[in-house]
């Protein structure tokens, strides 16, 4: 069990909204670490979707959303399109494991 | 634009001594931090550990008495040695390049590594 959890699947259909949680504690998301999310689509590499909390790289399309409050952090994608189908992981730093961590991911299904 | 590329031996033994190494491109390495992540089969992301400024290591501690990462800097490099592997340790191993707060912002294609007898 990871220390960063996140809901193991959410579904949505095509143009709704799904949110993703990633709960911590006070060793790292609650520590005020940088939260980060990754997009994983099947078979490929992991893809930097949002960096420091709510931050999109170049490229990212604005469907993509990240926040931060207390010792959880959330993604939110609107507008469901089905490209938007893989799995999704959350990463912070933890002080107590003096490293990174990743949430186990979540699997987004578009119905 | 900056690539990474991993290359390794595949297939191992239970007990050898795994050897991984990150080639980068189109940006240098003797900046930011260079990660090692793995991920078994079917499961999700492991962090394995982190080098930068040219010296300064962190490893999962669950791993730290296995695993040594380096640079090679003249070479453009980062290296992962896992020693005494086991079918534990059968996954893609994933090479990256992070900055300061921890994304990592470019990722190799991964390598499958196989630990079988």
């Known amino acids: 069990q990871s220390v960063l959890t996140q809901p193991p699947s959410v579904s949505g259909a095509p143009g709704q909204r799904v949110t993703i949680s990633c709960t911590g504690t006070s060793s790292n998301i609650g520590a005020g670490y940088d939260v980060h999310w990754y997009q994983q689509l099947p078979?490929?590499?992991?893809?930097?979707?949002?960096?420091?909390?709510?931050?999109?790289?170049?490229?990212?399309?604005?469907?993509?959303?990240?926040?931060k409050s207390g010792t959880?952090?959330?993604?939110?994608?609107?507008?469901?399109?089905a490209e938007d189908e893989a799995d999704y992981y959350c990463q912070s730093f933890d002080s107590r494991l003096s490293g990174s961590l990743f949430g186990g991911g979540t699997k987004l299904a578009v119905l | 634009q900056v690539q990474l590329q991993e290359s390794g031996p595949g297939l191992m033994k239970p007990s050898e001594t795994l050897f991984l190494t990150c080639t980068v491109s189109g940006g240098s390495?003797?900046?930011?931090?260079?990660?090692?992540?793995?991920?078994?089969?079917?499961?999700?992301?492991?962090?394995?550990?982190?080098?930068?400024?040219?010296?300064?290591?962190?490893?999962?501690?669950?791993?730290?008495?296995?695993?040594?990462?380096?640079?090679?800097?003249?070479?453009?490099?980062?290296?992962l040695k896992l020693t005494s592997?086991?079918?534990?340790?059968?996954?893609?191993?994933?090479?990256?390049?992070?900055?300061?707060?921890?994304?990592?912002?470019?990722?190799?294609?991964?390598?499958?590594?196989?630990?079988s007898s």
């Open chain 1, 43 to 67: 078979g490929t590499a992991p893809k930097l979707l949002i960096y420091g909390n709510n931050n999109r790289p170049s490229g990212v399309p604005d469907r993509f959303s990240g926040s």
């Open chain 1, 72 to 81: 959880s952090a959330s993604l939110a994608i609107t507008g469901l399109q």
């Open chain 2, 29 to 79: 390495i003797s900046t930011y931090y260079w990660s090692w992540i793995r991920q078994a089969p079917g499961k999700g992301l492991e962090w394995i550990g982190d080098m930068y400024d040219s010296g300064t290591t962190n490893y999962k501690s669950s791993l730290k008495s296995r695993v040594t990462i380096s640079l090679d800097t003249p070479k453009n490099q980062f290296s």
């Open chain 2, 85 to 115: 592997v086991t079918a534990g340790d059968t996954a893609v191993y994933y090479c990256a390049r992070g900055t300061v707060g921890g994304a990592m912002g470019h990722w190799g294609q991964g390598t499958l590594v196989t630990v």
